[in-house]
């Protein structure tokens, strides 16, 4: 690679070069150690041998910095040959696609690492991304995001799935999470997915589930007409305020004599659904709010979305995995959104614990 023109102050082969005293001089190999092994790059030279590389200083062995580059261009969307060019441009650096590749199988590291012991709740969502297995499909990846005891935010991992997901599949998500080390969860918050209770309760027996009202909310309003939307939303607003699950029943039975004749299917659908839609009615307003949703999750799936969509559509599941992986751990640079999360969940956590008084596991 040639000199920089900031340094000779002309470009490769300008005539304006001649007779300055000093030209390009060439490059010459070096190999700097980085956290995946050895990379080699070319250093450009000048004849004065006054240039000083900015990126990789002279006598420098250990390319610092290249992780942390690769996860955040990863992030924002750059395929591997994308972020090569770029290092390329910026630093000199020849890092082939493969070594690429490599730093960003951390997230294999990742998915395998030891997790608390007890986490009071677990958010469970899914974002729909494209992948090409023969012809491009769309397909979810199932995230786990916990509320640790001291109030912080914890990504526990992610799961590609093929639409045909039920409780064996679950059984073996949440398996995997108690030998990772979780002996104890208090609730976990999900959006409806077919055979996850009863793999909660295999794996967690004393775990409560709740479904996502929101969510539920929406799903309502498929079997309504559009012109109906504002009047079912009204009438069911009662059930999911209600101050009990008493209440809530009582509420629920006012929308069956008003709607269930027109809207069996909605009716169907809030009672296959209730028994995962109270648990949130016992506690405090204050807790309700945090735990009746995965509203928790959804700032973090926008931000999936935006690299996702940056990519199109991905060669193989473990493409996807590592794309969704890199936008995960690049949310919150500058720790900010950590301060935020633990102001809003601290105050909840403590009347949480109090509602649910766990023996020694």
Known sequence: MPA???????????????????????IRSKTVLTDVGPVEIDVPR???????????????????????????????????????????????????????????????????RPLDVVYPVIFIDAVHVKIRGGQVANRPVYMAMAVTVEGHRDFLGLWAGDGGQGAKYWLHVLTELRNRGVADVLM??????????DAVTTVWPRTVVQTCVVHLLRNSFRYAARQHWDAVAKALKPVCTAPTEA????????????????YPAIVRLWDNAWAEFVPFLAFDTEIRRIVCSTNA??????????AVKARGHF???????KCVYMAVVSLDPT??????WTMRWKPALNPLGQTYVRHPV
Request: aromatic share 4%; proline share 4%; charged share 30%.
């Open 247 to 262: 209440a809530a029943r009582e509420r629920f039975a006012e929308f069956v004599d008003a709607w269930g004749a027109r």
């Open 46 to 112: 000048d004849r004065n041998a006054e240039f000083e590389p900015r990126i990789v200083a002279k006598r420098q062995k250990r390319l610092t910095g290249v992780d942390e580059m690769v996860i955040s261009l990863s992030a924002k969307g750059l395929t591997t040959g994308e972020i090569s060019a770029h290092l390329a441009e910026v630093c000199g650096a020849e890092v082939s696609r493969q070594t690429i590749s490599t730093i960003t199988d951390k997230v294999v590291e990742w998915q395998d």
């Open 315 to 321: 060669p193989n599941e473990q493409a996807a995995l």
């Open 4 to 26: 920089p023109v900031d340094h000779l102050g002309y470009d490769k082969h300008d005539p304006a070069g001649r007779g300055t005293g000093n030209s390009r001089n060439g």
């Open 188 to 197: 976990v918050v999900c959006d409806g997915l077919t055979g996850l209770p």
């Open 297 to 306: 999750i959804e700032s973090v799936n926008a931000r999936i979305r935006r």
């Open 335 to 340: 720790r900010t959104g950590r301060k935020r």
